[in-house]
């Protein structure tokens, strides 16, 4: 079975702290995706990584960045928490062949900024 | 710039009756279409995919519906069961993006299975 762990389930932070979410999975995929889940608006992706040490920008990027130094793991880091980066981060991985294009979701971490 | 809408936001159905959700997409290069299916306190988990090549795809109790020229796609659940109580979302996929398969999702629909 695929697995996507997070690193934590459940984080509170102060506004302008660094914060650290670790995502890794154990099948070997070549894509990694970060995403944030907030009610009504549905997975807005934040970034993405095709390969070790490369990132791309999805829909939402401003106030994150990322960092994706070995395959398995992919880290979002939220450079100065802000109380609009409350949310559900959810990660996911999938495999780079284009017909199997399944992405495989980690349980989330539910992040409040206080 | 919502490039899948999904409807409704909500469902209630009873138990046995036909769930429909429904999702239009404006891309035109969307050539992939799935379903994804969360229960709280997990992550999203692909239930039912779909190519443009074919109208229907069905898969136990669900169905998914295609149409390509309206651009909208809907999942239909028959014999809905509380079990089925979730978050759906649908999504799309142009498949040439980089590496392929970065999905666009839609708002997510609440169901909820009453006995």
């Known amino acids: 079975d695929v697995k996507v762990t997070q690193s934590s389930r459940y984080l509170v932070k102060r506004t302008g702290e660094k914060v650290f979410l670790e995502c890794v999975q154990d099948?070997?995929?070549?894509?990694m995706f970060w995403y944030r889940q907030d009610p009504g608006l549905g997975l807005r992706l934040i970034y993405f990584s095709y390969d070790v040490k490369m990132k791309e920008k999805g829909d939402i990027p401003e106030g994150y960045s990322v960092s994706r130094e070995k395959k398995e793991r992919f880290s979002l880091i939220l450079e100065s928490a802000s109380t609009n980066q409350t949310s559900m981060y959810l990660c996911?991985?999938?495999?780079?062949?284009?017909?199997?294009?399944?992405?495989?979701f980690g349980p989330g971490t539910r992040l409040l900024v206080l | 710039q919502q490039q899948v809408k999904q409807s409704p936001q909500s469902l209630i159905v009873q138990k046995g009756g036909i769930s429909i959700i429904n999702c239009a997409y404006e891309n035109t290069a969307f050539d992939y279409f799935p379903w994804y299916q969360q229960f709280p306190g997990k992550g999203p988990a692909l239930l039912i995919a779909?190519?443009?090549?074919?109208s229907e795809k069905k898969e136990g109790r669900f169905t998914i519906s295609f149409n390509k020229s309206a651009k909208q796609f809907s999942l239909h659940i028959m014999d809905s069961q509380p079990g089925d109580s979730a978050t759906y979302f649908c999504a799309a996929s142009d498949g040439i993006t980089g590496g392929g398969n970065k999905l666009t999702f839609g708002t997510g629909t609440q169901l909820k299975v009453e006995l």
């Open positions: 779909i190519r443009p090549d074919v």
């Open positions: 996911a991985s999938s495999t780079r062949d284009y017909l199997q294009e399944t992405q495989y």
């Open positions: 099948m070997d995929h070549e894509n």
